[in-house]
């Protein structure tokens, strides 16, 4: 079975850009959440979603957005790209939001220059 | 606010030693607590997870935690390392898996 994966695997953006990175959940998990693991530091949550509704946000600014589509796979969007947002983007699912299980993963890195 | 501590950075253990991995945390409510495991360029592999019940809690690769409430500790072990267990290992806890919040990591290298 194929786990979670991400799209693209690496990326390089310039300051000021915009980028979507794109994650397919396992099959029959509904529920996705985005993490931004800086180089040296533990995964930060940004977004959970769950049958394609916002469940949670983490503290990023408002350039930061997702969504979930039908298919249970999701989006993350970034605008007006900082430097400061280099980092590996990690797209986690599992089955509902009551299974504690989580499955990631091996995500973007995205290079800001 | 919710925070996750792992005191070490960097710990280095011969192959055959036993292992303890710290972890502290600071929560409002009784949370769900994880270790994860991650190897270069992968994504994380939860290793074991605790909410209730038994404070001590099996995983998988033969990794074991403990849950202290009087010391808001989660500690990891392992009676034997193997070469194999070389990774990052990440401490988190959230009231649902999800929306966790982990600590910086601690890495381990393990000697011949």
């Known amino acids: 079975d194929a786990g979670v994966t991400q799209s693209p695997t690496h990326l390089i953006k310039t300051r000021g850009q915009h980028v979507t990175l794109r994650c397919s959940p396992i099959?029959?998990?509904?529920?996705v959440s985005w993490y931004q693991q800086v180089l040296g530091q533990g995964p930060q949550f940004i977004f959970q979603?769950?049958?394609?509704?916002?469940?949670g946000r983490g503290n990023f600014p408002d350039r930061f957005s997702a969504r979930q589509f039908p298919n249970y796979s999701s989006e993350l969007n970034v605008n007006a790209l900082l430097l400061g947002d280099s980092a590996l983007y990690l797209c986690?699912?599992?089955?509902?939001?009551?299974?504690?299980?989580?499955?990631f993963g091996s995500g973007t890195q995205l290079s800001v220059l | 606010a919710q925070s996750v501590t792992q005191p070490d950075i960097h710990i280095t253990v011969s192959e055959g030693a036993s292992l303890e991995l710290r972890c502290n945390y600071s929560?409002?409510?009784?949370?769900?607590l994880f270790w994860y495991v991650q190897s270069p360029g992968q994504g994380l592999q939860l290793l074991l997870k605790?909410?209730?019940?038994?404070?001590l809690v099996q995983g998988i690769k033969g990794f074991e935690a403990e849950f202290k409430r009087s010391q808001s500790s989660f500690n990891l072990r392992k009676p034997s390392v193997h070469w194999s267990d070389a990774a990052e290992y990440f401490c988190?806890?959230?009231?649902?898996?999800?929306?966790?919040?982990f600590g910086d990591g601690t890495t381990l290298t393990v000697k011949p």
């Open positions: 986690a699912s599992r089955e509902t939001v009551l299974n504690e299980k989580l499955f």
């Open positions: 605790y909410f209730s019940g038994d404070t």
């Open positions: 979603y769950y049958e394609k509704e916002e469940r």
């Open positions: 988190a806890v959230g009231l649902n898996a999800g929306k966790s919040t």
């Open positions: 929560y409002g409510a009784t949370p769900y």
């Open positions: 099959s029959g998990h509904k529920s």
